[in-house]
């Protein structure tokens, strides 16, 4: 069973930075993409950034610039790195977690960015 644990949220004005960390643990397989998405209320899930186990990268258009993913295999944590905030990032967060044949959530941090 692998389990997903998030931490870092928080309230953060406008402009300003917060790291997010998802530390995974169980049978997780060497290859495998570690992720983050995000839900606004009354907004569908959407990607943020995901990274593979080769460090690899791909960022939403909209966190360009702002945001840099990266992982430590051997914690099997995967770090995001948020700079220059702003209001329209205020989301719930949620880790992800993508190995051959199964995915995997973690349970979601709030990230609240006031103007």
């Known amino acids: 069973q692998v389990q997903l644990v998030e931490s870092g949220g928080g309230l953060v004005q406008a402009g300003g930075s917060l790291r997010l960390s998802c530390a995974a643990s169980?049978?997780?397989?060497?290859?495998?993409?570690m992720g983050w998405y995000r839900q606004a209320p009354g907004k569908q899930r959407e990607l943020v950034a995901v990274?593979?186990?080769?460090?690899?990268?791909n960022y939403a258009d909209s966190v360009k610039g702002r945001f840099t993913l990266s992982r430590d295999n051997a914690k099997n944590t995967a770090y995001l790195q948020m700079n220059s905030l702003k209001p329209e990032d205020t989301a719930v967060y949620y880790c992800?977690?993508?190995?051959?044949?199964?995915?995997?959530w973690g349970q979601g941090t709030q990230v609240t960015v006031s103007s």
């Open positions: 169980g049978s997780i397989f060497s290859f495998n993409v």
């Open positions: 990274i593979t186990r080769s460090g690899r990268t």
């Open positions: 992800n977690l993508v190995v051959v044949g199964a995915e995997y």
